[in-house]
Every structure is written in C-alpha cells, then in structure tokens.
C-alpha cells in the first residue's frame, strides 16, 4: 500500500519535504518544507501565482514533484521503494492506488443533476471504492444527519448553485477518504 491507513502513525499527516516544482526554467515551488499535523486546520493564503493551486495539485497526485517528497503518515505518495530500498519515483500503478484514499472538494464542485443526493454521495465509494452499497447508503445517511441535511436524501440537487443556499451547498461538500467518509465545512 502506498499510503498508510492508520489513524495514528506518529507521523505528520502530511510533509512535504523540500519538495521542488518547476515548469522548464519556471520555478513554482523551491524548497518547500511544509507539515501538516494529525487535527490541524491550515490555509493557504497567497498572491496569484505563488504556488498555492500547485501545492494541491502535487497532494492529489494531479502533478508530479520536480524534486523532493511528498509523505502521507510518513508513507511517500510522490515516490516508491526501490529494490535497493532508496526512493524512486512513483509509478501510476501507485499513484492510483494512492488515489483512491485521497479527496478533494472543488470551489466549484458539481453533482450528477439525475441523480438523488443519496446516490451522489454513494456514487464515488461503491463504483470507485468498491464499497458494498448497503454501507455506503448507511454511512452517507449518518453523514447527512451530521450537517443537517437528513430531509435532502430523496431530493434531487438543485440545477444551479443559485438555487440553494451557500451554507446548504457548503454543508452539502464531502470527500470519501480511506474507504470512509467524512464531511468537510
């Protein structure tokens, strides 16, 4: 596996470790020591072009590192063990894998307009995941009552952002994390 599971490795959760990223003589990212710990809450906060969106996209394994490390629970995500047990690399084969126990919430994010709440929040686990559907369907009800949104499982979401409320949409947001999910605000 190519990132840990466990809730606690005594690891930071996530550690970039002078992670370097470059388009041709452009450097976007030099250097980059960056930790995030187990409960933390961070944001980044920048000027247009300084490498915000870049540091995301590198965590989503949507861009690969120039030079540097990427650890999750103190697993690397950017790079695999090589037979002589140094750092090489990762392969899409385990970038994909890593994937799978990685979210995302878009600014923007869209639903599937024919489908109900219930079934865009299973969607993802059961077809990506492989999660049993019974489970899925369960956990996303606990999850709707979480945020108050229990009375919305039948419903089919709005045709545009307009026409539901902000807070609504906000709470609305989730991401399907190590066969899990968990809503984030």
Request: glycine share 8%; proline share 6%.
């Amino acid at each position: 596996m190519p990132v840990s599971t466990s809730k606690d490795t005594g690891h930071p959760l996530v550690r970039f470790d002078k992670v370097v990223k470059q388009y041709g003589d452009h450097v976007v990212l030099d250097q980059l020591d960056f930790t995030v710990e187990r409960g933390e809450h961070v944001t980044l906060i920048g000027p247009s072009g300084s490498g915000k969106t870049t540091i995301l996209r590198l965590l989503m394994t949507l861009e690969r590192v120039s030079d540097g490390v990427i650890r999750i629970n103190g697993d690397p995500l950017t790079h695999m063990q090589a037979p002589n047990g140094s750092l090489k690399p990762a392969s899409e084969k385990h970038l994909r894998e890593a994937r799978k126990k990685i979210g995302m919430v878009f600014q923007q994010f869209n639903l599937f307009p024919n489908m109900k709440v219930l079934q865009n929040i299973t969607e993802a686990p059961v077809n990506v995941l492989g999660m049993d559907r019974d489970k899925a369907e369960t956990r996303a009800r606990e999850l709707l009552d979480l945020v108050g949104l229990s009375g919305k499982v039948d419903a089919h979401p709005p045709s545009s952002p307009a026409a539901s409320s902000s807070g609504s949409r906000s709470r609305g947001r989730w991401r399907w994390s190590r066969r899990s999910c968990s809503w984030t605000k």
